[in-house]
T-cell receptor
Framework: NAGVTQTPKFRILKIGQSMTLQCTQD?????MYWYRQDPGMGLKLIYY???????DKGEVPNGYNVSRSTTEDFPLRLELAAPSQTSVYFC?????????FGQGTRLTVV | GQQLNQSPQSMFIQEGEDVSMNCTSS?????WLWYKQDPGEGPVLLIA?????ELTSNGRLTAQFGITRKDSFLNISASIPSDVGIYFC???????????FGQGTRLTINP
């Protein structure tokens, strides 16, 4: 079972560059989330989606954008990368009560 | 926004000791979840709780859904080196669908 798949696993960006973090799930879950986890810290919610075509801001949405054109995919876009966006990014999906996480994308902005 | 207060933030214990951690909130929850995150990995579900007062075990781990529905506890008995990691509580507030996460408890074990 693939579950939640994130790509890439690692990326180094220069300040001002843009990139898209990909997340796809094959469990037909409606809810999907993007979190960031700074070193030694917990999870902070960036954006979430309750279904295709519907997205909403979490705690720390500034500097990010998302889209949800299909149930399976929930990409996270960084338009102008900044050093403060250096973090590990986790995508998760859930239906009912259990959330499933991807393996994470480690992003460094230099 | 909704807040889950998880404590302690970190623990340093000897192998073989028991561990206790908890999450509290001012909101009423109808689901509590406990996750573990190994270094370099995403969080993985350990225990799910669905009813106030519920006590559920998973091996050496035991979690309880608080009677007030505003808190939950996780206990680990006889800790071993592979218990090292970050433990997160999560929950679904009554009337909401979105999950909220605690800040995590980082567990370090000295052999």
């Amino acid at each position: 079972n693939a579950g939640v798949t994130q790509t890439p696993k690692f990326r180094i960006l220069k300040i001002g560059q843009s990139m898209t973090l990909q997340c796809t799930q094959d469990m037909n879950h409606n809810y999907m989330y993007w979190y960031r986890q700074d070193p030694g810290m917990g999870l902070k919610l960036i954006y979430y989606s309750v279904g295709a075509g519907i997205t909403d801001k979490g705690e720390v949405p500034n500097g990010y954008n998302v889209s949800r054109s299909t149930t399976e995919d929930f990409p996270l876009r960084l338009e102008l990368a900044a050093p403060s966006q250096t973090s590990v990014y986790f995508c998760a999906s859930h239906v009912g009560t259990e959330a499933f996480f991807g393996q994470g994308t480690r992003l460094t902005v230099v | 926004g909704q807040q889950l207060n998880q404590s302690p933030q970190s623990m340093f214990i000897q192998e073989g000791e028991d561990v206790s951690m908890n999450c509290t909130s001012s909101s009423i929850f109808n689901t509590w979840l406990w996750y573990k995150q190994d270094p370099g990995e995403g969080p993985v579900l350990l225990i799910a709780l669905y009813k106030a007062g519920e006590l559920t075990s998973n091996g050496r781990l035991t979690a309880q859904f608080g009677i007030t529905r505003k808190d939950s506890f996780l206990n680990i008995s006889a800790s071993i080196p592979s218990d090292v990691g970050i433990y997160f509580c999560a929950g679904r507030i009554q009337g909401a669908q979105k999950l909220v996460f605690g800040q995590g408890t980082r567990l370090t074990i000295n052999p």
